[in-house]
């Protein structure tokens, strides 16, 4: 199968490098900026089309790649459907995690099958996407033709490939947003407090990764430490009057012990006498 790709961005130039290593005819990268076409040359090799014309790329493949922003997708999809020639034979997927393959709706009316890919991964460089994707699950969906082609790129690429219904993908998006996204928000905030004392995050780590590897072998329920799920409600009292004059840091401890309370009701480790305690403090203001 030939391939090309639209979008010389971080995870397109990322999968067009992997899809080569792993003997996939990377025939064709598209972007706005010859300067992206040119970082997409160092990592993807000279012997393939480098265009600013996405619909030049689509020409010369068979399944192509859209690797745009989300909210470029639909132009993308537009705009080459706009071309006198039908799409019959073609597939078009994007790697989007919230969007169905639908995004690309105007492409099927001429002729194409459509997916989406979605490699559950953090890419916040080309390098680093390229260093995870072998280990990645991979999440697909998309039309009968789709499936089984994209069923084997992932497969070839990532650690597993998993069909996902288009209609769960935006809970999907949103639970990878919590755990991975927001996640790196939250360390910021910590990083914040951190900076009113004048340490930083490095001591720190040890204690990240331990939390995280426990939460990998026995679950985030049984992996829950700390003064709530010990009842402790006078040092959960102190850390809010410490961060009284830090709004939002207080609302994201006040929430996010409350879902800890949660865990702690559901683990039984409270009496309820704590467990009223504890509330009454985390839902004051
Ligand atoms: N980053 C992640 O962690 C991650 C993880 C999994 C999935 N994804 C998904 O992967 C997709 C790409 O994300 P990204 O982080 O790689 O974005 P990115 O680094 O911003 O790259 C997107 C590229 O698309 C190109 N582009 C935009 N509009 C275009 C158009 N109309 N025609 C041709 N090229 C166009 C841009 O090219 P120019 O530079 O030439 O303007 C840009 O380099 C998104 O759907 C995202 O949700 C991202």
Partial sequence: MRIAIIGAGKVGIALGHVLKKKGFDVVA???????????????????CLFTLDNRQAVETADVVAVTTQDREIKNVAA?????????DGKLFFHTS???????????????????SLHPLQTFPDIDAGIRVLPDTYIFIEGDDKALPVLGEIASAIGAEAV???????????????????LLASLLYAGEGIMKRIDIDLKPFYPIIRATLANIET???????????????????SSHIDAIG????H???YKDLSLVALEMAQQRGTLTDEQIAALKGILEQG
């Fill in 29 to 47: 990268v598209a972007s706005r900026r010859q300067s992206s076409l040119d970082t997409a040359k160092a990592y993807i090799g000279a012997d």
């Fill in 79 to 87: 705009q080459v459907a706009a071309a006198p020639e039908r799409l």
């Fill in 97 to 115: 995690g919230a969007h169905a393959s639908s995004e690309l709706f105007p492409l099927a009316i001429v002729g194409a099958s459509l997916g």
């Fill in 163 to 181: 069909v996902i219904g288009s209609e769960n993908k935006v809970l999907y998006h949103l639970s990878a947003v919590f755990v991975c996204n």
């Fill in 218 to 236: 026995r679950g985030p329920l049984l992996s829950l430490t700390g003064p709530v799920v010990r009842g402790d409600a006078g040092t959960v």
């Fill in 245 to 248: 004059d830090m709004p939002l």
């Fill in 250 to 252: 207080e609302r994201v």
